[in-house]
Nanobody, 122 residues
């Protein structure tokens, strides 16, 4: 079992930055790929970024490449999403997820946090 709790969301102006954190509990954390997804009102949950358990492989949605960076600290059971150059279209609830193998599909992820709201004003 893995429990996930996100933090770090908030309101930011376009062009600004935020850093999301995800705290994981459970002894098997390091066995899982970790991902970030987001869901805007009226839209389906979509993939944002993911990182393998070893940290050697990362995936990004095209819409965030070059702006967002996912990282993880297995020693502290933490995953981070650094978001730079934020745009109004990045506004959504952001979810942390754990799954295997590393992938884009939300169905590959078994454990989810409750999400943190990110709002980007124009």
């Amino acid at each position: 079992q893995v429990q996930l709790v996100e933090s770090g969301g908030g309101l930011v102006q376009a062009g600004g930055s935020l850093r999301l954190s995800c705290a994981a509990s459970g002894r098997t954390f390091t066995r899982y790929a970790m991902g970030w997804f987001r869901q805007a009102p009226g839209k389906e949950r979509e993939f944002v970024a993911a990182r393998s358990w070893s940290g050697g492989s990362t995936l990004y949605a095209d819409s965030v490449k070059g702006r967002f960076t996912i990282s993880r600290d297995n020693a502290k059971n933490m995953v981070f999403l650094q978001m730079n150059s934020l745009k109004p279209e990045d506004t959504a609830v952001y979810f942390c997820a754990a799954g295997r193998p590393l992938g884009f599909d939300k169905n590959d992820y078994d454990y989810w946090g409750r999400g943190t709201q990110v709002t980007v004003s124009s």
